[in-house]
């Protein structure tokens, strides 16, 4: 019979054997006699594992919240067209624009008189690398050999099959029935290929040359 004045250490020690496993000592109903039986065997109650906590609630992550890392895109530099660094082809229209109205020579970029398939053969002519990376201007030649709508877009394909940065086409005068429909006809062919079309201009006495040469397109 166990003594009530005997601690409950005490109670311990006298129900220590080697044959127990205080990992089973549950039938024991006093815990404090259970704990100090185990404590004193060198027996300690594993750690409970953490119970599974719920999500808390709050503001959902969307996909957009997150950050994610990717290769800087190369900044795109966007040059103004300069017109004192384009490069003139063509007619008398192109001298006057762009080489001070001189008259020029069959090797020159633009010369008095010069038709579209004398325009088209001077560019064929000039070297790879010519056009790369350029502003082009072009006076295609039709005021002299006549609307050959063909013609002007061979010397568009070549200017952008050689790598030309971009293509303004000069037209014809607004005034006039000399040249009536050149207008329209060139600026529907400089749409379907992507080039900018400079439109008609007011000319000068001659009805041909333009009244004032000041770059103002």
Known sequence: ??????TAKERAVRYLTS???PSTWEYIKSDRLRSALQGAAGYEEPTPAPAPTAPSAGKVTEPSDITIASTPKAATMITEFDPTTALYYGDSIATGYGHGGAKGNE??????GRGAGRTLALLSSRPEGTFKGKDIVLSSGVLNSGLDLATVRQQLELLQGRGARSIRLLGAPKTGTRFAGYNDKLRTLSNELGVTFLGGYEAGDDNIHPKSYNWNY
Not at 1 to 6: L, Y
Not at 107 to 112: F, G, T, V, Y
């Open 1 to 6: 019979m166990d003594n009530p004045k005997e």
């Open 107 to 112: 090797n020159s970029d633009a010369r008095w």
């Open 19 to 21: 044959e127990n496993d």
